[in-house]
């Protein structure tokens, strides 16, 4: 759906990561974890295109000044990076925004009785909050957060409160383990009970890492990509990815987002 | 007042009103039903189509400019089976006329590829696409080449007997000279613009964004040049022009049409605003009530200079 | 660190950076005095320069485009007389070279000029515009068709022993036709691009905005237009080109050195802040020491492609 | 000069009439009544072109939170007509903006001793309050304002707190007289002394008719003209109007921006 949005907070939550709450029709609830929204930043031409985000967050709130009860609200956690994130940045609460969401395919929970390994680097967290919320309810979750430092660690309090076990490791040893959030992550993999499920989501060589991983270890792995973005509704074919049976002669792209953001690792090229 | 009068007839097809889509940037039609009523709308361009699926490019194939987006696509599509297969009976389900954007890697792909889809009863017309600057085969050369361009259009003439629109690429010293050829060989409208070829680069990593070097630049930035295009056009030619260009509102679209153009397509605003081109539809058929205009037609070509 | 060298040669001017001003963007250059220090520039390159004084068109002259504007000034300018007793005095109190832009109605008077100007010590150098889209005699033949800008470029090189610089326009089918024709005809150095054709419309009025009808298009819309152009010239000739086309920031002008440009120039951003040309002149070496290139020639064409 | 500005305060004072008040520099008081000043909306490609506004007052203020002392202040009476208005319009207190000014040439006051007639229509009334402040110090003012209704006739009782005498006359008739501001004027241009002198800004059709005035009684007027800017210093020759000795084969252009925006009325070309 298209929606018109009002910005409820901004906060920057750690330097330069900014988690903005907005308001959302009642629809919004039916959301999947690992779906995205494609954020208009203002009605000008600069930025020209809508922007993607995942959807961090989903709940309702008490109207201040009005009687029409419970409202929904979407969260979105973003990192500026660029001219779109930067001016998403300086918005205020009761500004405007226009969203079109939620858009492609989410994560899908498989067994409830198996753990689910989360794994996230950087921003990548984003979405994994939303699906660690949703699982914590019936299964056992650990999260795999992994940053160059401290501050690209975010929320960690949060996934914690939910009861989820997490594992840290940045860069520089800020927080958690000195090193690759993969390494760490290895570890539990090892130990993993036979119905366990990968969800992942960062940067591509993170993924492809865990990618490799869960076929080592054959754990069945999703994990969610990112591209760069025109229409978000599968039309412009501007952000495809290589599908595992493309080659140059036999193509098989697929777009991130309508067949994606989150694929099965095993439907996808790693090479 | 009386409902004022929106329809437009292209090449013998009948719009209920002048706002169409653009190739490549509404899919198929399907895409965008949950955004808009697909029966507000003039025509549905089509993707793109060529005889066999074709891969396109590698990516990145997009890029955010100044005003605009680049892009390098390459042609990405699901080649003539598959079309008739999957996406006409989706097309069946609306009223609104489809128009079939094709295009070859070779002369005689244009013509076979025409009289295939000749027999493809949903099919309300042909946009032959000359213009696409991605493709190094063909593309480039037919579209900037009046004699290439009307050999292709002759030919394409020949093979089908559905409405035959060609569009122009704006990548030429004079549009007119194309626009010329292209009627000359048959063609019953034109639809112009396609894409200015540009480039966008990455100072960190010293390279291209795009994986094709080069891409397509659309959006508001190119407005301009797109207007006067179908002026100078419009001036010359008798048939009817469909202008496209950085479409993003009513008032973008009348001013194409004071221009002299019939009808228009909305591209690139598609991407901004899924519900765009039937915004546009409905608001131009507001300022025709608000300024007292009963058909639109008293504005095509009706700029004052 | 020691200062990365950011000097540059073109055509056998020294420039102390990249950094020229755009011809028609900066006056004379003492308009811009009170908003920066002309020293920064690596060069000045003054309005387009005729025989005689010119009127220019009509107003409106301007209109703002999406992420661009349309100019159509019609080369209003003070004419060689009172560009020497006037102007020239100024451009003497500073030690930034001075380029002057030049354009003739003629053939003969492109070479009149070429030779008064010759004579002008305080003169570094002549770009010759061939490219102004908005004079009907003249331009346009001389921009768009290769033979024609081939016999003025030749005619110029002969009536002088500056440095001589060539102005391509955008408005045509191949750059690099043109470009080959102005270097085989004598030019030591290209700027590229020129202002693409355009129009906007007052839809109200329903007429052009412009009293001419079409101006020329500038600004960060026709960006990846001219690094397209620049790219594609710098594949084939070997003399310095100079990038033009919304240039806003330091990080666009060391795009169009990757592309293959020596110089840029900064035309509309001078408008939107009249310090740009400076900010960027110094945003380059702040980029070139933050990123440890001891010289900018080292970006030169530096795109990895 | 150049410079960063914090908004300080932005009212809309009548419907679409916005007054917005701005940090300046010291040296802004140096401006004279009818220079302008060119904003730059925001940082972005859109709008692309620096917008002119006249000045319409300057003043100094106490800051709150600093141990500065009195600080200058500019302010601008705009309305909204289109994209960058529009944006102006929804500025706060302590955004930015950036200032080119004060630009061009200003009104020149003439003998201290004649009557000092000043014409405004509509949104043209902004120079002259800062005008008027500037006179009323030497000599008597009047004014006489017109709009098509009474929503368009601006600060009038400012102008009165000044002890200008104000005439208003309006289209419609919903303020002051009905009909054109240029009737009521021309009653009182009739009984004014030698050493009067007529200063106006407003739509170009009113500043033609009262230059025509001007020229029927003998009295010395200047106008402030409007004309779009790219440049507003006088470098790109997009503002030109004709000057009084203007013809197709001599021409005579005049920069708005630079020779004007305010001309003596016989220095123009009125056809
Ligand atoms: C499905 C999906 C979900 C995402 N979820 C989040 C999230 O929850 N939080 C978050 O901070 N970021 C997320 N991103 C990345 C986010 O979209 C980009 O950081 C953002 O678009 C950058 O915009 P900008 O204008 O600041 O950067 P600029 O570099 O100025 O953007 C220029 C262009 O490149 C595109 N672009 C730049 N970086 C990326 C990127 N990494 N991915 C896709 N497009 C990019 C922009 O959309 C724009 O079109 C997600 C991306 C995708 C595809
Ligand atoms: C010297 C001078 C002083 C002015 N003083 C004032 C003032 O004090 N208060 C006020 O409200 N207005 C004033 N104006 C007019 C004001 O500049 C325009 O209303 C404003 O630029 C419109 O911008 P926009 O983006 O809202 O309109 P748009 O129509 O979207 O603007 C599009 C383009 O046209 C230009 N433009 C549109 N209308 C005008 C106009 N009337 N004059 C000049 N350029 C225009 C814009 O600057 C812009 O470049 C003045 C103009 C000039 C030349
Ligand atoms: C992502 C994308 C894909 C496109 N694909 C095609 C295509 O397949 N065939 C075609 O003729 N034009 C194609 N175009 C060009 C558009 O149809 C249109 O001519 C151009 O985008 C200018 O219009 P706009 O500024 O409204 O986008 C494509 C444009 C975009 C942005
Ligand atoms: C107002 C204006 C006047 C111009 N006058 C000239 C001119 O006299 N001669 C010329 O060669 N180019 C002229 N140009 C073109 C510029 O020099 C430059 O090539 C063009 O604006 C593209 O650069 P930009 O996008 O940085 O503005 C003019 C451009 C503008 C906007
Ligand atoms: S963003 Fe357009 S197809 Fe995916
Ligand atoms: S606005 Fe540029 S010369 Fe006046």
Redesign the interface.
Known sequence: ??FKSMVLSNVEVSPSYFRMRMTAPPAISGSQPGQFVMV?VNP???????RPFGVFDLGTFETEFTDCGRQSYLEILYKVVGKGTA?LSTLHQNDHL?I?GPLGKGFIPGDPAGEKLLVGGGVGLAPLYYLAKELVRDSKVNLFAGGRNKEDVLCITEFERLGVETYVATDDGTLGARGLVTDVFEEQLAKAGPKATILACGPFPMLKAVALLAEKYNVPCQVSLE???????????????KGKNHS?ST?D?RCVC?DGPVFDSKDLLWS | MTKPNLSVDIAGIKLRNPVMTASGTFGYGAEFAPYLDLELLGAIVTKGLSMKPKAGNPTPRIVETPGGMLNAIGLQNVGIEAFIAEKVPFLRTVTTPVIVNLYGNTLEEYGELAGRIDAIPEVAGIEVNISCPNVKQGGIVFGTDPQAAFEVVSLVRRSTTKPLIVKLSPNVTDVVVMAKACVDAGAEALSLINTLTGMAIDLQKRRPILANITGGLSGPAIKPVALRMVWQVAKVVKVPLIGIGGIMSATDALEFILAGATAVQVGTANFLDPSSAGTIATGIETWLEENGVADIRELIGALKS
């Not at chain 1, 000008?44 to 809508?50: C, G, H, K, T």
């Not at chain 1, 591209?227 to 495809?240: E, F, P």
């Open positions: 759906m298209q208009r000008a031409i600069d930025p020209l295109l809508r001016m226009d079109l591209a760069y973005m025109a229409c978000g509704v599968g039309a412009c074919l501007g952000c495809v990815v140059d193509p792209y309508k």
